[in-house]
């Protein structure tokens, strides 16, 4: 007989065997109490916190999370302060004599109107270029 054949044949005959020794003769009933046993020096005690406390805590976190932003910003506010004056060394321009392109124009003189400029080339303007 070869081994899978013979696998095949005491597999379910070793598990039925194994199920009717745990469960009718109470070796599970044994085997649950003294895992509870063992795990009886471990226990996990839950506590709950007082609402009111908890609420206390998070206000305290809050504080102190305004007063480290407060003292950012103090310090980037002193860090970026001129303590110097930015136009030290520095000169007026001199007015210019000599004429430019818009020398005698009034400097709220509105200029031509170009507005029609395409009207002119009726949309033929890519072609103009």
Known sequence: MKTAE???ILKPLIKQTIKEVILEEGILSGIVSEVVRGMGTNLVMETKENSEDKRHKENLEEEKYERQRQERIRRLNESTKMKTNIFEGTREIASSTAPTALSGIAP????????GILDIANGRWKKLI
């Open 6 to 8: 013979f696998k095949k």
């Open 108 to 115: 709220a003189d509105d200029g031509v109107d170009i507005s």
